[in-house]
């Protein structure tokens, strides 16, 4: 199947939604094609999110702005947080008046708005899009993008599952929002995220930024997957024989869960909740209590084991390095959104807690959306030589070869899962395990040729290892402790660090300190 | 993991195999949802909480269940109430309010606003 559109969106979360709306509003033709289904698709649908929505008060923007400037190292930027506050409160806006959202009522009779539900944000957000006249593609992964002759991207193939055949679209302009990567963890919703987008952008040229924040852990009740995390602020944490484990916390002290989990079982308690916050947890998050109702646990009550998930750059900070206000590439015609692009601007190394991300998500989407509707307005609707970006798992540089998908994902999985060398890292651990990851790649690169169905694993295991090089490779470069990349053998902050770190490259991966020159 | 296809509830809609969004089910020969790729099952109950017939169940854990498990005892998991559980929660289903109305939960700060979300 073929489709031409002016814009495509690559993805179907909040980023994706935004962005869809927002070029449908500038009157392009629009397609947005995702992985699962939008609607029930990626981190937002499944978790729902707090959100920085801070009315336009100059203390309390200040406020909002100073707040994590210091936890994320100093590498946001005043300009973009502000831009972010003010879209993100416009579009927040929109949804209740547009979109119908239904914002709970506080005592005082005020619409709070500093929240969504995942599931009945992310209906309305597929029910807005098709209003608007964007064509939705379901069940339809991306596997690679199409370029024209000069550089441009110029639309993009991939597989449709469940209709079992190709498909393209010829587009103007795309906008990555593919969300970020969580190495199939099963970290609460984020199974789909596999870094695709960053790969796909990465075969055109296109850089990336902050990839040595990108080690985020999510606690869930052992063998579950909601990796809910506020209501632990409520949580003591024990040993087995019943001892507190001192210096374990959900927000300061999560290392210290992931330290002792290398070696023995960690257990927890919400006993700091009082009745009314038990009562009231329930309404906010109906979501937290699944694995507890369903697993006969009584968290106020009794202790259960937990276990961290990784969650990667989804609740990281790095991603696609942004060029431009639009959200723009190094690659002209290419947007990217959300959890795909680098959330720097805004948080710096950090955004623990939560509603940054969201935020990004809503502003990013809406501005690439515009942007990407401009740019292809601007191009016109001329034929245009194009050809197929795909390298990794689609065109081996070598004889195809049987390799094994599982086999490389279980290898990727093996280096950036475990708490003691993504969590806890060390130079000497990161070497040892990017000689792995190398190894990973050059066999994927060499001699892995999958297609049709099979393209869709295949690309999403060179996704991952492509991410995990760029994680590690950025993690060295960063010879310091800053924001969430804290290395064990340089424990500091080094105030000569204090740059953002770019990054790149495939078969050869680099990364620099932000404008240094080759 | 989804667990449970109640053929006695389901309504054969289609619902579960076009809102999952790691393509677990399949349409088996006499329209009901078949799991058929169980292990790619994320553990994320939008299935469950988009069936408007109450026919699923997921599971909280991330690894599958033996088949003497509750998961699979429907009579014990409608006598429990979590049958369809999620989705009364979230308030989905007609004459509900949504949940997203009553969300009001703690402020984890005395000088925070309370968490809806
Ligand atoms: C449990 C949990 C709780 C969270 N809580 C908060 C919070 O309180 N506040 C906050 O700010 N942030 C929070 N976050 C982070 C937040 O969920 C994300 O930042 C947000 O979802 C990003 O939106 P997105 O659209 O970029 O990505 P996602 O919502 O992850 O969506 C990505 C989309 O891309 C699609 N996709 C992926 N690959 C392809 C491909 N190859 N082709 C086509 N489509 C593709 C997927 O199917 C999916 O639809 C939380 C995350 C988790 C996991």
Redesign the pocket.
């Known amino acids: 199947m073929t489709l031409t559109a002016d814009v495509l969106v690559?993805?179907?979360?909040?980023?994706?939604t935004w962005a869809a709306l927002k070029a449908a509003g500038q009157g392009a033709s629009v397609v947005l094609?995702?992985?699962?289904y939008?609607g029930t698709?990626?981190?937002?649908?499944s978790?729902g999110?707090?959100?920085?929505y801070v009315p336009p008060e100059e203390k309390a923007r200040e406020a909002a702005m100073a707040s994590r400037e210091a936890l994320g190292g100093y590498l946001a930027d005043r300009r973009w947080m502000a831009r972010v506050l003010d879209e993100t409160y416009e579009r927040i806006n929109e949804l209740a008046d547009a979109g119908r959202y239904p914002f709970p009522v506080g005592l005082d009779g005020t619409s709070l708005r500093n929240g969504l539900q995942g599931p009945e944000y992310m209906r309305r957000q597929r029910i807005r899009v098709k209003r608007a006249g964007v064509t939705i593609l379901d069940h339809?992964?991306?596997?690679e993008l199409l370029v024209d002759a000069d550089g441009a991207v110029a639309g993009a193939a991939?597989y449709q599952r469940q209709a079992g055949r190709p498909f393209e679209v010829r587009a103007g302009a795309v906008v990555l929002?593919?969300?970020?990567c969580a190495f199939l963890s099963k970290?609460?919703?984020?199974n789909?995220?596999?870094g695709?987008?960053a790969l796909l952008a990465a075969e055109l040229g296109a850089e990336l930024s902050g990839m040595e924040f990108s080690n985020a852990y999510?606690i869930a009740p052992e063998h579950t997957s909601v990796?809910?995390t506020a209501f632990y602020n409520y949580a003591t944490f024990y040993r087995a024989d019943g001892e507190v484990l001192e210096g374990a916390g959900s927000q300061r002290g999560r290392s210290v869960i992931a330290r002792t989990l290398l070696s023995e079982k960690v257990f927890c308690k919400l006993d700091l909740a009082d009745d009314a916050a038990r009562k009231a947890m329930r309404l906010a998050q109906p979501n937290f209590f699944l694995t507890f109702d369903r697993l006969g646990v009584n968290p106020f009550t009794d202790t259960f084991a937990v276990t961290l998930l990784a969650?990667g750059t989804?609740?990281g900070t790095g991603g696609i390095r942004i060029v431009d206000d639009g959200c723009g590439t190094t690659v002209p015609g290419l947007y990217v959104?959300?959890?795909?692009a680098t959330r720097e601007l805004i948080c710096g190394g950090f955004t623990g807690g939560?509603?940054?991300?969201?935020?990004?998500?809503i502003s990013s989407g809406s501005w690439a959306g515009r942007a990407a509707a401009q740019f292809a307005r601007a191009l016109g609707r001329g034929t245009r030589q194009v050809s197929a970006a795909g390298g990794a798992g689609l065109r081996p540089t070598g004889g195809s070869s049987d390799v094994d998908v599982a086999e490389i994902i279980r290898t990727v999985q093996a280096e950036v899962l475990p708490y003691d060398k993504n969590y806890l890292r060390h130079g000497d651990v990161l070497r040892t395990a990017l000689k792995e990851l190398d190894g990973a790649w050059s066999s994927v690169r060499s001699g892995l040729r999958a297609e049709g169905a099979a393209a869709v694993p295949a690309r999403q295991a060179a996704a991952m290892v492509a991410h995990a090089r760029w994680m590690y490779t950025s993690a060295l470069a960063r010879n310091e402790s800053r924001g969430m990349a804290k290395r064990l053998d340089r424990p500091d902050l080094d105030p000569a660090q204090h740059h953002r770190i770019t990054s790149g490259g495939l078969d050869e991966v680099w990364a620099r300190p932000e404008g240094a020159l080759t | 993991m989804i667990e449970l296809v109640s053929a006695e509830r389901c309504i054969t809609c289609d619902k579960c195999i076009e809102v999952c969004?790691t393509n677990v089910f399949d349409r088996g020969e006499d329209g009901l949802p078949v799991i058929s790729r169980q292990s790619d099952c994320q553990t994320c109950f939008q299935c469950e909480a988009n069936c408007p017939a109450d026919a699923l169940f997921v599971a909280p854990q991330t690894h599958p269940l033996p088949a003497e498990s509750f998961a699979h005892d429907e009579e014990h998991l409608r006598h429990s109430g979590l049958l369809g559980s999620y989705r009364r929660e979230i308030g989905w289903g007609s004459g509900r309010t949504p949940g997203a109305a009553r969300a009001i939960g703690p402020a984890l700060s005395p000088a925070g606003q309370p968490l809806i979300?």
């Open positions: 690559v993805g179907g979360g909040p980023a994706a094609a995702d992985k699962g939008c698709s990626g981190a937002t649908a978790g999110t707090g959100v920085w339809s992964p991306v596997t991939g929002a593919t969300g970020g970290a609460f919703g984020c789909v995220n596999t695709d987008g999510g990796t809910k969650e989804v609740r959104a959300g959890d795909a939560g509603s940054h991300n969201a935020a990004w998500a | 969004p979300s």
